[in-house]
């Protein structure tokens, strides 16, 4: 390059990449980079550029065998290739430093393609039965081991064929009947293995299978019904054809006191079916002394009639007779217990209920009356088709 002085001497003419620049006075070297010293024994300016020694003609590439980021460089431009997302699958993310990938939801199966088994080792924790959507059968050859019975909802029959070996009746639990179907003739059920369920319940076949007929209540009798799914059923007892026979018993004393209102006793109490007629027998044991002494009655059903006959005997040996309803009047001794019989023939309505022995002060005293454990009431239904 080359340049004239103001001096009239030669010099440099300084040019850009080959466009001449402008002739000055002065060449001023600017820039952190560049140093400029005086060679006087040369009579010359030396420049130092330190800024290196020029671009390097850079690559890029990817490694491994996946798929890469990087692409080819144009001239100074070093592309990469953008990472997308799936819509309501995987979620991306970024700031100024991080790119985060997460799970949106679900993986459908229909993305996986696995040729291997899913190991515990490659789950960090458990797979929940509720992401997955199972539209075929799991086969044994689809799994490394066995599946855990709680992590099974069955909607549907579990056939022999579904199974290598057998099921532990443990991991049963069954809310319908067990038909014949169901089991294989030469297989058995041993009753220690079924559920015991409630006390009393019984197991009855309807023809087809087996079906559970809960326990009755007290006293009541099983009695056929073809009506019925089971062809039984718990019935008061008498309603069917055999000896309709209801006892009560006291079972312990039970003391009153200035009290001449008859009242039902808790101990002394049958039920009596609607439309039947009954004997009834009594015994009594009792004490009071003469001032109050003792009185007693019996209460039936509503529309019942009845006829009762105490133990206090007329001179020609025929007992006293009266309504059921009717107190009977007894005389005390004080501290001595006395024992009555009674008889009662009672023609019950349409109504069902309960027959009560009453009794109370026939008087009200302060003294205590009391009735004796042990004293007992039998009622037998009469109105039979006896057979013997």
């Given at each position: 390059m080359s340049a004239s002085g103001n001096q009239g001497g030669s010099g440099h003419v300084i040019e850009d990449e080959g466009t001449p620049l402008t002739e000055r006075k002065k060449l001023n070297f600017v820039g952190a980079g560049v140093v400029v010293t005086d060679d006087a024994g040369d009579d010359a300016s030396d420049v130092t550029i330190t800024g290196g020694a020029g671009g390097e003609a850079n690559?890029?590439?990817?490694?491994?065998?996946?798929?890469?980021?990087?692409?080819?460089?144009?001239?100074?431009?070093?592309?990469?290739?953008?990472?997308?997302?799936?819509?309501?699958?995987?979620?991306?993310?970024?700031?100024?430093?991080?790119?985060?990938?997460?799970?949106?939801?679900?993986?459908?199966?229909?993305?996986?393609?696995?040729?291997?088994?899913?190991?515990?080792?490659?789950?960090?924790?458990?797979?929940?039965?509720?992401?997955?959507?199972?539209?075929?059968?799991?086969?044994?050859?689809?799994?490394?081991?066995?599946?855990?019975y709680a992590k099974l909802i069955l909607t549907g029959a579990v056939l022999n064929a579904d199974l290598a070996g057998s099921i532990a009746y443990a991991k049963l639990i069954l809310t319908n009947s067990i038909v014949n179907g169901d089991i294989s003739a030469s297989a058995l059920i041993l009753l220690s293995k079924l559920e015991a369920g409630t006390k009393g319940d019984l197991g009855i076949s309807n023809g087809t299978n087996f079906i559970k007929v809960a326990v009755g209540t007290n006293n009541q009798v099983l009695t056929a019904d073809s009506a019925e799914a089971s062809g039984i059923k718990w019935a008061t007892g008498g309603g069917g054809g055999g000896i309709n026979i209801l006892v009560a018993v006291k079972t312990a004393d039970e003391t009153i006191n200035s009290d001449a209102t008859l009242t039902d006793d808790t101990d002394l109490q049958v039920e009596l079916l609607a439309s039947k007629t009954y004997a009834i027998f009594g015994f009594i044991y009792w004490e009071s002394p003469t001032a109050p002494d003792f009185k007693y009655a019996l209460s039936a059903p509503a529309g019942a009639t009845g006829l009762k006959s105490s133990g206090n005997w007329t001179a020609s040996g025929n007992a006293t007779q009266s309504d059921h309803t009717t107190s009977q009047f007894l005389t005390g001794v004080a501290g001595s217990t006395r024992c009555t019989p009674f008889m009662v023939t009672i023609r019950n309505s349409t109504t069902a209920g309960t027959l009560a022995f009453q009794w109370a002060q026939n008087t009200i005293n302060v003294a205590d009356t009391i009735l004796r454990i042990n004293s007992w009431m039998v009622a037998i239904q009469i109105d039979w088709n006896w057979k013997l």
């Open positions: 690559t890029t590439s990817n490694v491994g065998t996946g798929e890469g980021l990087a692409k080819a460089k144009v001239v100074v431009d070093l592309p990469f290739k953008s990472v997308l997302g799936t819509a309501g699958e995987i979620l991306i993310t970024g700031n100024v430093n991080d790119l985060t990938l997460s799970f949106n939801g679900l993986i459908a199966y229909a993305k996986l393609n696995l040729t291997g088994a899913i190991l515990n080792a490659d789950l960090a924790g458990s797979i929940a039965y509720s992401k997955l959507s199972l539209t075929g059968a799991i086969l044994n050859a689809d799994l490394a081991g066995s599946i855990a």
